[in-house]
């Protein structure tokens, strides 16, 4: 039986929406706002989904507490309350949009997760605006 389980998580985060090979009026353009010089924030909600078999010994997908704590040490750590342009190593030279990051924390949770589960990243940027990435 193929169960899919949830983890809900929030960080809190800065970026700027910016192709350096652009002007700055062509980004301003393709970008909005979101390409301001000074940066604008979010508050990111994650939600991390799980799927595979339940284990007939412990009736898990995946132990939830496990999953918690990945999430808190391999992303919330790294990325709450930081400027992700500045201080998020991939999104030095990767344009933080949605869809990057969430490609970014499916990579970063990939390698700590049995290779047996599929694993779905949700990031929602605003409550309107949200991204879903399941590894393809």
């Known amino acids: 039986m193929t169960v899919t389980v ?3 998580a929030h960080f809190n985060a800065a970026h700027r929406l910016y192709n350096s090979d652009w002007s ?14 000074n940066y604008h924030g979010h508050n990111y ?27 808190e040490i391999e992303v919330e750590a790294k990325f709450d309350h930081k400027n992700l342009n500045l201080e998020v190593d991939p999104f030095k030279t990767l344009n933080p949009t949605a869809e990057n ?13 049995d290779a047996a589960l599929e694993i779905e990243i949700t990031l929602y940027e605003t409550p309107r605006n949200f991204v879903t990435y399941k590894g393809k």
Not at 52 to 71: A, S, W
């Open 45 to 71: 909600e994650l939600i991390v989904g799980i799927t595979g078999e339940i284990n007939k010994d412990t009736g898990f997908v995946m132990d939830m507490k496990v999953l918690k704590e990945l999430i």
């Open 101 to 113: 990051i969430a490609v970014v924390i499916w990579q970063i949770l990939r390698k700590k997760i």
């Open 24 to 37: 700055d009026a062509r980004n301003a353009t393709v970008f909005g706002k979101c390409a301001n010089p």
């Open 6 to 8: 949830h983890r809900k």
